[in-house]
């Protein structure tokens, strides 16, 4: 059974970083990419960023250097830090397999101005 569990997420202050955590579990995680999106109130969800099992990265073009995203194949973990948080970045955030159907509950980042 796969499952994929978030956390990292809370009420912030604008200008205050986050790091997001997500486990994955019951998958070959070194092989997939593993994505980032976000879903904002009342916005489709939307990809933030993605790495390869050997580290190559992708951000969306909206990133403007306040996010990395980073990996540990051995504890098959996946990580999204956000730097310089703006009330913009306000939404739940979820890990995904790339070209999976498998998704957590996500974890929900609000920044307050």
């Known amino acids: 059974q796969v499952e994929l569990v978030e956390s990292g997420g809370g009420l912030v202050q604008a200008g205050e970083s986050v790091r997001l955590s997500c486990r994955v579990s019951?998958?070959?995680?070194?092989?997939?990419?593993m994505e980032w999106y976000r879903q904002a109130p009342g916005k489709r969800r939307e990809l933030v960023a993605g790495?390869?099992?050997?580290?190559?990265?992708n951000y969306a073009d909206f990133v403007r250097g306040r996010h990395t995203i980073s990996r540990d194949n051995l504890k098959s973990e996946v990580y999204l830090e956000i730097n310089g948080l703006e009330p913009e970045d306000t939404a739940v955030y979820y890990c995904?397999?790339?070209?999976?159907?498998?998704w957590g509950q996500g974890t929900q980042v609000t920044v307050s101005s």
């Open positions: 995904h397999p790339g070209g999976s159907s498998y």
């Open positions: 019951g998958l070959i995680f070194s092989i997939y990419v």
């Open positions: 790495i390869t099992g050997r580290g190559r990265i």
